[in-house]
């Protein structure tokens, strides 16, 4: 056996030379560089950074064990709180998003607002679609807040709750005769034909010659539009089969859309007059003295609002095209702006069971510009119709008795989203700014409201510790007999629809009866 000196010599040499174990702490002691003593300062600090690393990995990782997810809630699956949702999970790697929604199924006015012949403009749901199947997110429809579960209740459950409900109801004319047979917001004609379940059984008489809508926005040309259309080329939309049968039997021949202003006040945009200009089968009527001296007016506007003002200019005093002329010429049906017109009364027929035409106050401007405010000038025209049609904007309703409400200008007061003087509770949408804009602006909208949010969970301006989340309106919407619907509920319905489609070419044949749809989850 060798000397004990000389085992202990050998030992030392290994324990010095041989390479470190995987996943332990690097040995310097020992090895060549300590020898010189120049460097042994240098390598014990970096031995002391090595182990510190490790400790500081350590209390990282057990800090994200232990930290809890911040559970969000957002009310409403229209394209604000799709677009809520989608911020929250893409900025905060943990948060968990329920979304509740009153209808059984998703979207919002994407799938009961938009227009049957702008498919284009609903490939925003394959997005929203992403962002519900997400693992960290959850569809409940088929829950009404503010009675199936009261905010307060959704607010003791999540560290935060997000109203972006929308605007569920319309503005009223409050003028006499509103009331008549005839008479309908274009909000309840756009939930008809696009298969809104509470106005499946709106059923307008469409036999009259003349319609009439009040407002010149995006939606009463989307209405014009849908009167005027030839029948065939709404077949292989998503249009209900119900209301595509009443439009092959509509006798409405002229839609005259009506406005308190004048031209350089219109709330439409290009594409959509573009679009009515081009509508097969139409003819356009604009007077030209709604125009005079607009050339020169139209100069300092900003560029949207001058092309479209030069493309009603056009349209209103220049011949038209070779083109133009010959789609126009065996035209049956025409749509007209009439301009500087105020709804006053609607009138009846003979025998007052039925609206028969519309009284209106013939208007002047004061101010210029957007600013412009329409006043009466004493005199007024009767035009006759058998239908009118109000567009004169949407508007939001209180949804708790606990969230602040401002009746007149129809939103929840807010700063940037953030709910006045309710901490933790924010808004999105129209229910935060008011019933405008198209979707790009609810996108850019409520990813303010969700940046704010995760400004305010940053701070520690949210409530700390654990929240239940669903696990707690489960329990509650449980014992009120309240059973939600997943997104994967959805989906079923979605494959039933579009397989009722396809047998007419269409893209889905929607599902108008709730309890219809109930029965096909089995409930």
């Known amino acids: 056996m060798a000397p004990r000196c000389w085992r202990w010599w050998h030992w030392s040499a290994w324990r010095r030379t041989r390479p470190p174990l995987p996943g332990s702490t690097p040995n310097f002691e020992g090895s060549d560089e300590v020898r010189d003593p120049a460097n042994a300062k240098v390598l014990r600090k970096k031995r002391r950074r090595v182990q510190l690393g490790e400790k500081l990995g350590k209390l990282h990782l057990l800090t994200l064990l232990l930290e809890q997810p911040p559970q969000i809630c957002v009310v ?78 959704l607010r003791a459950a999540y560290h935060a709750v997000v109203l972006s409900y929308g605007a569920e109801d319309h503005r009223a004319l409050e003028i006499p005769g509103e009331e008549l047979p005839g008479v309908f917001s274009a909000r309840a004609f756009v939930g008809w034909y696009n298969g809104l379940p509470e106005n499946r059984e709106l059923a307008p008489d469409l036999s009259c010659d003349t319609a009439v809508i009040l407002g010149q926005g995006n939606v009463a040309l989307d209405v014009a539009r849908i009167l005027l259309t030839p029948p065939e080329h709404l077949e292989k939309t998503d249009i209900t089969e119900a209301a595509l049968g009443v439009l092959r039997q509509s006798r409405v021949k002229t839609v005259w859309i009506v406005g308190r202003r004048g031209p350089l006040q219109v709330a439409f945009t290009i594409k959509e007059l573009r679009e009515m200009i081009q509508l097969p089968g139409t003819r356009p009527i604009l007077d030209p003295a709604d125009f005079l001296g607009l050339q020169d007016r139209i100069k300092e506007v900003p560029r949207p609002r001058k092309r479209l003002t030069e493309l009603l200019l ?50 002047r401007l004061e101010g210029v510009g957007e600013a412009a405010r329409a006043v009466p000038t004493g005199d007024t025209e009767d035009l006759p119709c ?37 901490p933790g509770l924010y808004c999105s949408g129209w229910v935060k700014r008011g019933p405008t804009g198209v979707i790009a602006t609810t996108m850019t909208d409520s990813f303010l409201t969700g940046q704010m949010l995760l400004q305010d969970l940053k701070a520690g301006l949210l409530p700390p510790g654990p929240r239940p989340g669903y696990a707690a309106i489960e329990a509650l919407l449980s014992s009120r007999g309240v059973r939600p619907v997943s997104f994967s509920d959805w989906e079923k319905l979605d494959a039933e629809e579009v397989s009722r489609g396809k047998g007419a070419g269409k893209p889905r044949e929607k599902l108008l009866d709730p309890q219809e749809m109930l029965g096909l989850l089995g409930r």
């Not at 394959?126 to 199947?133: I, L």
């Not at 997110?137 to 807040?145: D, H, K, L, T, Y």
Request: net charge positive.
């Open 76 to 153: 409403g699956s229209g394209p604000a709180g799709f677009y809520t949702a989608q911020h929250l999970l893409k900025h905060h790697p943990q948060a968990h998003v329920d979304i509740y929604e009153k209808q059984l199924v998703p979207f919002g006015l994407v799938r009961f607002g938009v227009a049957p012949d702008h498919p284009e403009v609903k490939n925003v749901i394959n997005t929203f679609t992403q962002t519900a199947r997400s693992a960290r997110c959850a569809f409940r429809g088929n829950v009404v807040v503010g009675r199936d579960v009261a905010v307060p209740e």
């Open 314 to 363: 056009r349209t209103a005093t220049e011949k038209p095209g070779t083109e133009d002329a010959a789609r126009q010429a065996p035209a049956s049906r025409a749509w007209g702006l009439r301009f500087f017109r105020s709804p006053q009364q609607v009138l009846p027929s003979p025998d007052g069971r039925r609206a028969a035409g519309i009284r209106l106050a013939v208007t």
């Open 386 to 422: 058998g239908l009118v049609l109000s567009s004169v904007g949407y508007k939001s309703r209180p949804i708790d008795p606990s969230v602040p409400f401002d009746p007149k200008l129809g939103v929840i007061p807010n700063m940037e989203g953030r709910v006045v003087d309710v």
